[in-house]
């Protein structure tokens, strides 16, 4: 039976979207004076969002980016986070909606921002049925389907068991799929794709070892 899930809001994922951010790493480093920051946005289509995720970005795309240090450009050491879709999960021991009516609102932040929509209530089916696009525009830009697929576990998330999906480059781990929300509320959960250093964890494990894969899934999506 599908699990209900509160509310959900979403910008689909373009594979143009997905190379700009696997290109990141690799583009010329910009210093972090707000000058020429501000330049580097400008050029780009970019803006601040210091709201909706501490310290991020919203890209030309529309989706919000958030990454090590609060620079994504150059440094390919640091670990960002493309935020496309947002969830308020059905928490089982909130009988009562004491978190309701504050998280509506931030949903609502979410479900506003341009090119965005918005859900409520859904499942978690519809959760999938989001990742599964975003899939698909990965796999559009890196010419493969994914190395590894599992389900989250509530080691990786709160909210229902949904897919992660895994794939890799020379330098870096692509993993798509629910992500912990570390701010500033931290009752949702976001759905994103992160582009992290393979060095972040250990090597990947084989398809069957499925706590394995969850630690390693961890080590590169975690805040």
Same mark, same amino acid.
């Given at each position: ?31 972090? *004076? ?11 289509? @970019? ?14 795309? +529309? ?10 450009? +150059? ?24 978190? /309701?009516?504050?998280?509506? *609102?931030?949903?609502?932040? &979410?479900?506003?921002?341009? /090119? @965005? ?25 890196? +010419? ?22 895994? &794939? ?32 972040? +964890? ?13 630690? &390693? ?5 975690? @805040?």
């Amino acid at each position: 039976m599908p699990i209900p899930v509160h509310a959900l809001a979403h910008r689909p994922l373009t594979a143009a979207a997905v190379a700009e951010l696997v290109a990141l790493p690799a583009v010329p480093q910009v210093p972090d *004076d707000v000058d020429a920051m501000d330049a580097e946005l400008q050029q780009r289509g @970019w803006s601040w969002d210091h709201e909706l995720v501490c310290d991020s970005f919203r890209t030309g795309y +529309g989706h919000v980016l958030c990454s090590d240090g609060g620079n994504p450009f +150059g440094h390919p050491d640091a670990r960002r986070f493309l935020v496309f879709g947002e969830l308020y999960p059905l928490d089982p021991d909130d009988e009562s909606m004491t978190n /309701g009516p504050w998280l509506y *609102d931030l949903m609502d932040d &979410w479900q506003q921002l341009p /090119g @965005w929509s918005g859900r409520r209530p859904c499942t978690d089916q519809d959760c999938e049925a989001v990742l599964a696009q975003a899939a698909q525009a990965v796999t559009e830009h890196l +010419g493969t389907a994914p190395e590894r697929t599992i389900l989250s576990s509530v080691a990786v998330v709160t909210g229902p068991a949904l897919t992660h999906r895994i &794939w890799r480059t020379p330098t870096h781990a692509l993993v798509l799929g629910p992500a912990a929300d570390n701010g500033p509320y931290g009752f949702l959960t976001h759905l994103q794709l992160s582009c992290t250093p393979l060095a972040c +964890g250990p090597r990947l494990p084989p398809a069957d070892d499925e706590d394995g894969l969850v630690r &390693w899934v961890t080590a590169h999506v975690d @805040w």
